[in-house]
């Protein structure tokens, strides 16, 4: 596994079409749709390094903005090093979907949200 390894990208949209086809014709960015969330268009970027999704759920503002999500090992055991770091949980493991794996918020010392994500065990 790669734990601390930047994964995934949550950008938030008001209009995730939109969005999409911004960056695919600002960036050249790879834009595709899955069946399971058919509302929820993902991309990975040019150079097909970084991946993520625009959400609609998400709503830009100062507060969260961008989310980033961080692979890593054991969700749990990484928001106690958050926190013995001088970070706060905004929110706690939950499930994203089975094939998918967890998630969590946290709120770093500069005041950024970030999340982490577990895959699930193979």
């Known amino acids: 596994m790669a734990h601390g390894v930047i994964r995934w ?19 050249g960015w790879k834009i595709t749709r899955s069946e399971t969330w058919p509302s929820y268009p993902m991309f990975m970027d040019s150079e097909d390094r970084v991946g993520g999704g625009f ?18 090992d054991s969700i749990e055991d990484t928001l106690k090093d958050v ?15 089975e094939q998918v794996g967890w998630r969590a918020t946290f709120r770093d010392v500069g005041g950024n949200v970030v999340a982490l994500w577990e895959r699930p065990k193979q």
């Open 9 to 27: 990208i949550d950008i938030p949209a008001t209009d995730v079409d939109a969005s999409a086809k911004f960056y695919e014709q600002a960036f």
């Open 55 to 72: 959400d609609a759920k998400l709503k830009p503002s100062e507060e969260t903005g961008i989310l980033v999500f961080i692979l890593v």
């Open 83 to 97: 926190e013995a770091a001088g970070g706060t949980i905004v929110r706690k493991k939950t499930l994203i979907h």
